[in-house]
């Protein structure tokens, strides 16, 4: 039975990778940080399956300690400060977790578990301002934000810790990827959430920022498989998961309304608060490699997403006694 080490199992694609290793017969080893507010709503369903330790990637003993323990054979680092709106009001703390939080995993790894294989949660933020259109392993970066730069620094170590020390270490360039498990401030989600309390009469209106941003956005629950293929191959290598599609931010309001019968421009309103300072305008993300190497296709496409984001939203409302005030039920719920 193989070991994983996971960091971030509280975040989404925590649980969606824990579930698949599970599947797969690993034994699960995930890292939470200690919080006043113990979040595991997303993994409660396999909590009796895994096993979870106590660390934070601004603690470098934390991380050796753990490495030392459990000597896995897989590490997947997915913990960070993921929020880039975010990283402009927290830039230093998102520069520690996200950027220097990859430095001392590797550290961890060389001198606790220098066999384990390690990948790297590193992200198409990285392209930013885009130098060529579709994002492929070979397009230069040009980050926007603080996250963007942090994780560049996380991507490159990685890279220097492979060539400099043989260790067996991937990076995984990974686009938008969405779930009914993603964060509530992210804008996929934001929209599904308020489209089902628009439609159960809780809200009457959602206030986004930049509706013309084109994001290449897949499921959460696809592109975990690739990080755990990553870790498969002969050799360590870095790979862009994609779907090689893009959509507008108000693309995804027209589908998300269009589900339960609305009218986006009914709604939908423009608040300047949640424009950046500087904006990611374009991704667009070429997988082929992926695609050849990894045996890796997505198998949810934007639409489907759309809809299984705003379903979840409704029936988890609909099951607590909530009723359709605006609108109409998809199918499915009616
Ligand atoms: P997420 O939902 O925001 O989860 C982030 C996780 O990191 C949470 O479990 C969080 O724990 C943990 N964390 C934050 N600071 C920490 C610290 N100091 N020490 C230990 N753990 C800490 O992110 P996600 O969407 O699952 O993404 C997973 C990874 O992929 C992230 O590195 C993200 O940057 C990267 N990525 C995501 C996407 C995407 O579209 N989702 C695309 C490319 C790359 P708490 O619950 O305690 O906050
Ligand atoms: O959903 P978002 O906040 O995701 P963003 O910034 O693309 O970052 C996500 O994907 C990255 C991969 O490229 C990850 F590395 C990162 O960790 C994270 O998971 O925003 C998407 C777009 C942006 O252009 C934003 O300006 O939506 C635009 N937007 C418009 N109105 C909004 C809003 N974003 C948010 N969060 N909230 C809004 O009201």
């Not at 969606?16 to 006043?36: I, T």
């Not at 977790?97 to 060389?110: C, H, N, W, Y």
């Not at 607590?320 to 039920?329: D, E, I, K, V």
Request: hydrophobic content about 40%; charged content about 25%; some cysteine.
């Amino acid at each position: 039975m193989k070991t994983a080490f996971i960091t971030g199992i509280s975040g989404q694609d925590g649980s969606y990778l824990a579930e698949h290793l599970l599947d797969l017969d690993y034994r699960v080893v995930a890292m939470m940080r200690r919080s006043a507010t113990q979040s595991v709503s997303r993994f409660a369903h396999i909590a009796d399956r895994i096993e979870i330790v106590h660390g934070d990637l601004l603690d470098q003993a934390s991380l050796m300690r753990l490495l030392t323990d459990c000597q896995p054979d897989e590490i997947y680092n997915l913990a960070a400060q993921s929020f880039v709106h975010a990283s402009f009001d927290e830039p230093i703390h998102t520069g520690e977790v996200t950027g220097l939080g990859v430095m001392r995993m590797l550290e961890a790894v060389r001198l606790c578990a220098p066999k384990a294989r390690f990948y790297q949660a590193s992200s198409s933020e990285m392209f930013g301002k885009v130098h060529e259109v579709p994002q492929s392993e070979n397009t230069p970066f040009h980050p926007r934000s603080p996250y963007g730069v942090a994780k560049v620094y996380g991507h490159w170590a990685t890279l220097n810790y492979r060539e400099s020390y043989d260790m067996y270490a991937c990076s995984g360039i990974l686009f938008n990827h969405e779930s009914p498990r993603r964060g509530l401030e992210f804008v996929t989600r934001k929209i599904s959430d308020h489209v089902a309390a628009i439609v159960c009469g809780e809200k009457d209106g959602l206030a986004l920022g930049n509706l013309d941003a084109q994001r290449d956005w897949g499921f959460a629950g696809d592109y975990i498989k690739a990080m755990h293929l990553m870790l498969q191959q002969d050799e360590p290598d870095d790979y862009v998961v994609a779907t090689n599609e893009t959509h507008t931010v108000r693309e995804f309001c027209e589908i998300a309304f269009g589900h339960v019968g609305l009218d986006y421009n009914d709604f939908v309103s423009i608040d300047p608060k949640y424009y950046r300072p500087a904006e990611v305008e374009l991704l667009l993300g070429d997988a082929t490699k992926a695609k050849e190497k990894l045996g890796w296709e997505p198998e949810v496409n934007f639409r489907g997403l759309v809809e299984m984001m705003v379903d979840y939203d409704l029936k988890r409302r609909i099951d607590q006694g909530a009723t359709c005030q605006r609108g109409s039920l998809p199918e499915a719920l009616a």
